[in-house]
């Protein structure tokens, strides 16, 4: 029944085309092997099963890469919301938020982007620096990052494009790309994704004015991060 009432309400988006799918593991692998799939919605629970979904995610991410993944949560707390991106999701969409927000959820995953709250992104934040410590400064304790590396950072976490920024900060796109993968290189990271982290270990660390001609990023409410995976990488940056 959620399903079918999840299909016929996007289904009136005309921005997508819909492919409703029987709630098993088997069925959502083999649709996977038979159709060009550009965004599943999955939930963990699949079979009374509660973590079932997450092996699917990690099945999906291995042999389609390219295939983008939104976990339904039926909460948003911190383990499951870690665990849907270790699975390899691209955004988290808690059910009780809206319609209106799962669509635009969808659209910005599809464009490469990751959806998560501030909340959530501070939970990978968290698991991300437990992990793996980020390289903050460096042996005399400033910046590893120089100032306009650092606002080319808060733009990303912004989720605005290249292009974007490039208007934002008056630069060309390939000053943004070379400053990417400059940033990158500095911080021991290969997406976005780590990026955006940094950007929460910034604030965290240093308090900041918003960047020179932009607005503060928001706080609260679901906020798309654009992000990058390994396996998108050139594309992305070239866009």
Same mark, same amino acid.
């Given at each position: 029944?959620?399903? *079918? /009432? /999840? ?33 599943? =919605? @999955?939930?963990?629970? /699949?079979?009374?099963?509660?973590? @079932?979904?997450?092996? !699917? ?12 993944? %939104? ?7 911190? +383990?499951? !919301? ?9 955004? !988290? ?5 809206? #319609?209106?927000?799962?669509? +635009? ?7 490469? *982007? ?6 959530? =992104?501070?939970?990978? #934040? ?10 903050? @400064? ?6 590893? /990052?120089? +100032? ?7 733009? %990303? ?31 021991? %990271? ?35 991060? *654009? ?5 998108? #990488?050139?594309?992305? @940056?070239?866009?």
């Amino acid at each position: 029944m959620n399903n *079918q /009432l /999840l299909a016929d309400a996007l289904t009136r988006d005309k921005r997508f085309q819909v492919q409703e799918g029987d709630p098993s593991a088997a069925s959502i692998v083999a649709a996977a092997e038979a159709d060009s799939l550009d965004v599943v =919605l @999955l939930s963990p629970a /699949l079979e009374d099963n509660a973590t @079932l979904g997450f092996w !699917v995610a990690r099945q999906l991410r291995a042999t389609h890469p390219e295939m983008r993944i %939104v976990v339904l949560l039926d909460t948003s707390d911190r +383990k499951t !919301v870690i665990e849907a991106f270790r699975a390899g999701a691209r955004g !988290v969409f808690c059910r009780s938020e809206s #319609l209106k927000s799962l669509a +635009k959820c969808i659209s910005c995953v599809y464009e490469g *982007q990751i959806w998560a709250s501030s909340r959530e =992104l501070r939970y990978l #934040l968290e698991a991300f620096s437990e992990a793996m410590p980020m390289r903050l @400064l460096d042996a005399a304790g400033t910046s590893i /990052l120089s +100032k306009r590396e650092q606002d080319v950072v808060r733009c %990303v976490a912004e989720g605005l494009s290249n292009r974007e920024i490039a208007s934002r900060l008056s630069l060309t796109e390939h000053t943004v790309k070379n400053y990417l993968f400059r940033i990158f290189d500095k911080l021991g %990271v290969s997406s976005r994704v780590e990026v955006v982290l940094y950007a929460f270990s910034l604030e965290r660390t240093s308090p900041h004015p918003p960047v020179s001609g932009g607005r503060a990023p928001q706080r609260s409410g679901p906020k798309p991060a *654009q992000a990058m995976g390994k396996q998108a #990488l050139p594309k992305q @940056l070239s866009s």
